[in-house]
Antibody, heavy 120, light 110 residues
Framework: EVELVQSGAEVKKPGESLKISCKGS????????IGWVRQMPGKGLEWMGI????????TYSPSFQGQVTISADKSISTAYLQWSSLKASDTAMYYC?????????????WGQGTLVTVSS | QSVLTQPPSASGTPGQRVTISCSGS????????VYWYQQFPGAAPTLLIY???ERPSGVPDRFSASKSATSASLSISGLRSEDEADYYC???????????FGGGTKLTVL
């Protein structure tokens, strides 16, 4: 059974750094693209970027390029989303999700979400 | 402002058929597959429809979808109270080089 398990909720202060994780199981982790999706409180879904764990090829949405870093460690079947300096506007739920079939597709399996709260 | 346009809300009574529209452009819906997601409050989205009109195993055949040119639609027949959720369309966008989502439609079962 395909499963994506994300790290727990985080409460951070503006300016702090953060790295959240997403561990895949039940499939060949390095053979499927993994992406990150932001959902701000009460709002819709926003595609942030994707990574191919097999070779770490990464594509970012222009809206998130330079704001976050997506990485993966295929040896432990885990993808990451990180910030070097958080802002209050980064407060949101973040989902990782697996792409159905190649980079030009959308997501089939989703993680449970990681709530990030940034507040002074 | 989402790249794909959905009505913010839709409603129906139990047993009715409801249709949710999703409008895009030649760079997304017009040239790529459409996906639909269902999201309950406090939960992660789940895949409802993939490749325009395919249902993952476990999704009831009450859910169907279609695509024509730069628009797509999701239909739910035999509406049930448990269908009350947010629904999102999505597609790869060749110009933006990423997946674009609709703004979501909140379905209320009256």
């Amino acid at each position: 059974e395909v499963e994506l398990v994300q790290s727990g909720a985080e409460v951070k202060k503006p300016g702090e750094s953060l790295k959240i994780s997403c561990k895949g199981s039940g499939y060949s982790f390095d053979s499927y693209w993994i992406g990150w999706v932001r959902q701000m409180p009460g709002k819709g879904l926003e595609w942030m970027g994707i990574i191919y764990p097999g070779d770490s090829d990464t594509t970012y949405s222009p809206s998130f390029q330079g704001q976050v870093t997506i990485s993966a460690d295929k040896s432990i079947s885990t993808a990451y989303l990180q910030w070097s300096s958080l802002k209050a506007s980064d407060t949101a739920m973040y989902y990782c999700a697996r792409l159905l079939s190649g980079r030009y597709s959308s997501f089939d399996y989703w993680g449970q979400g990681t709530l990030v709260t940034v507040s002074s | 402002q989402s790249v794909l346009t959905q009505p913010p809300s839709a409603s129906g009574t139990p047993g009715q058929r409801v249709t949710i529209s999703c409008s895009g452009s030649s760079s997304n819906i017009g040239s790529n597959f459409v996906y639909w997601y269902q999201q309950f409050p406090g939960a992660a989205p789940t895949l409802l429809i993939y490749r325009n009109n395919e249902r993952p195993s476990g999704v009831p055949d009450r859910f169907s979808a279609s695509k024509s040119a730069t628009s797509a639609s999701l239909s739910i027949s035999g509406l049930r109270s448990e269908d009350e959720a947010d629904y999102y369309c999505a597609a790869w966008d060749d110009s933006l080089s990423g997946v674009v989502f609709g703004g979501g439609t909140k379905l209320t079962v009256l």
